[in-house]
């Protein structure tokens, strides 16, 4: 198990600040922040090709995909794209003009988040998700007919700037992406309403939900830049590793009482009935009476008021919150080992940091 | 406006029987079976990979891939991809041997038809279908979540399959296609509780959701071959409107009398309350009382069991079927101008063929 220490500073409120590079080894306080504002140029071409590539004769397309895309979130996978294509000495091309040749990265860093948005459309839909990120969700605003079909929309335009981009590479990728998120969607169905699931098994679907796209996104860089493929697999590795880290600690973070900030109220998963480690973890090491207690919250969800309370003291209980942080914390170690055989370099160093802050965010 | 003959021979029962050429151009009984039939070889070798390619791991993909694949349908879309290559001279690659060069044409033709199931997923979905067939719906059997996921893994999948075929040109087809359907399909959202749709929006909707996809496929033979673009614009033009007079054809029969061998029951889209060409013509031709009566049943759907006679006589007294058959017959007619531009053969006259059929079927 590896120990990683906690950030002590502070969260969004840095964000866009600039932070030298000496500052953020010694703390990475929103290390995903600071890579992101170095890369604000390009995140900024990135956010006005989405708005731009997201537009459609049929008004409620826009209307509906702006709700989703204005929500915000983190930016993280085009974040990895642009990254790991700057890392890999991907050339500035001056300022934004569409889809020109010094523009295939945010092209690309565009499509990795039309294709992740189209996901969280229709998870909502399967999850009948009244929330994201804080905000009503799309199919609460929208209904669910518009949510998937505005998903399959984005969906296809990824691929159409894909085809305009032209890396049949880079179309590989993704497409197999796309299959992989899908297959552990539908896995995590099967899994959805049983508490004995495996703790492996839960990884797999993770695995394909979360962790193929963000080893898509990092995977894009050096092909763009035609680095070596033992470059290709680090990064690769290290998006497969993160997106892991990523997840498990979202799952730790949903029954965290620091949570205030995430935009997320505590509990999200848990009314949901969704299982998730934590609850895998203290399932297993319930007594029969525990057992039954989950069982009734989360397979049968039939929760009242008290059962939330009563489930956040039987995950501390059992220590499962730190333990489902434990493995995020080995798989962020995997991710920062992975980057081993890349030259070092401010990125490496500043994806290094990301993994570290994956970990350790409090929302 | 166009008068075709009205097709008096037997439907379903000549499918697979071998009709020699002469036959067919007399009475175009059944011209998409015998067209089906001559391209036996091509069709089995796309079942074939249809079935290979939709497995996965996760085994609940298959086997609801296999429910809506199994269900049938007339396998139009694939047929018309397999046609459009043999007409514009695809060479004959022997027997079935998996992705190899001779094989192209049945690759992509398993893509466009991943495409449509994978939009019929999301349609029963959005439509809350409870039949699709004249079977019970995916999404009636696995859940409106399986139906969702599994959609997208066989869209993601079709763009790996077109991937591996390596034509950035087919792509770039059907990535548009898929695209247009899903704003289709959006517009559709939108006028679906309209009553005061415009036969021009209407024709719109059927324009992106049904022709898109028509068209595609009939456009990826003659650029699989390298055929001019006259040509290919000729097939795609061909396509489109086929599409239309499918689609319109198919609003028709829903109210047809003659519905017994579809599978699908009269008044399937009455009773989901669809908004279709017959419905728009009868409301915009009916009294106050008849309007009241359309609000009640299709915006509102409150129905109650009388209100399918009263529909169905309603649209007998203003002509709408007639109408609406007579604008399919337009569209026919244009798909069979199109072909004009291309040199005449057996398989020009069989989508000629093909094209009539289309409108003068009987489910």
Redesign the interface.
Do not use: K
């Given at each position: 198990m590896v120990t990683m220490s906690v950030a002590q500073s502070s969260r969004e409120s840095d964000l866009g600040a600039a932070v030298s590079f000496a500052e953020q080894i010694q703390a990475p306080a929103n290390a995903l922040a600071e890579l992101s504002a170095r890369l604000a140029d390009d995140l900024a071409d990135c956010n006005r090709t989405i708005v731009e590539r997201m537009q459609?004769?049929?008004p409620?397309?826009p209307r509906l995909a702006a709700h989703i895309v204005a929500a915000g979130g983190k930016r993280i996978r085009p974040v990895l794209t642009l990254a790991s294509a700057r890392m890999c000495g991907y050339p500035d091309g001056g300022s934004w003009a569409g889809n020109r040749p010094g523009n295939r990265h945010v092209q690309l860093a565009a499509c990795v988040e039309f294709i992740h948005t189209?996901?969280l459309l229709?998870d909502d839909?399967?999850d009948e998700s009244a929330l994201r990120r804080g905000l009503a969700s799309a199919n609460a605003v929208f209904?669910?007919?518009?949510s998937?079909?505005?998903g399959?929309?984005l969906?296809?335009?990824a691929?159409?700037m894909?085809?305009?981009d032209?890396s049949?590479r880079v179309?590989?990728i993704l497409?197999?992406a796309?299959?992989t998120?899908?297959?552990g969607?539908?896995?995590q169905?099967?899994t959805q309403n049983d508490l004995a699931t495996p703790e492996g098994r839960y990884l797999e679907v993770i695995q394909g939900k979360t962790a193929a796209l963000f080893a898509a996104a990092c995977r894009i860089g050096p092909v763009l830049t035609g680095r070596p493929e033992t470059e290709e697999e680090a990064l690769t590795l290290y998006g497969r590793n993160l997106g892991m880290a990523f997840q498990l600690t979202d799952d730790a973070l949903d029954y965290s009482a620091d949570q205030a900030a995430l935009g997320k109220t505590v509990g999200d998963d848990f009314r949901e009935g969704k299982v998730t480690l934590p609850v895998l973890l203290a399932f297993a090491a319930g007594d029969t009476a525990e057992q039954g207690f989950w069982r009734r919250v989360i397979e049968e969800r039939a929760q009242c008021e008290d059962d939330l309370p009563r489930a956040l003291s039987l995950l501390e209980r059992h220590g499962a919150i730190a333990a489902t942080i434990g493995r995020a914390a080995e798989f962020a170690r995997a991710a920062q080992d992975a980057l081993a055989v890349l030259p070092p370099s401010p990125w490496r160093a500043s994806l290094a940091a990301v993994a570290e802050f994956a970990v350790n965010r409090r929302s």
């Open positions: 459609s004769p049929v409620l397309i189209a996901t229709h839909v399967v209904g669910n007919q518009a998937v079909l505005v399959d929309f969906f296809a335009r691929f159409q894909m085809v305009a032209g049949l179309l590989a497409s197999e796309a299959a998120i899908a297959e969607e539908v896995l169905l099967a």
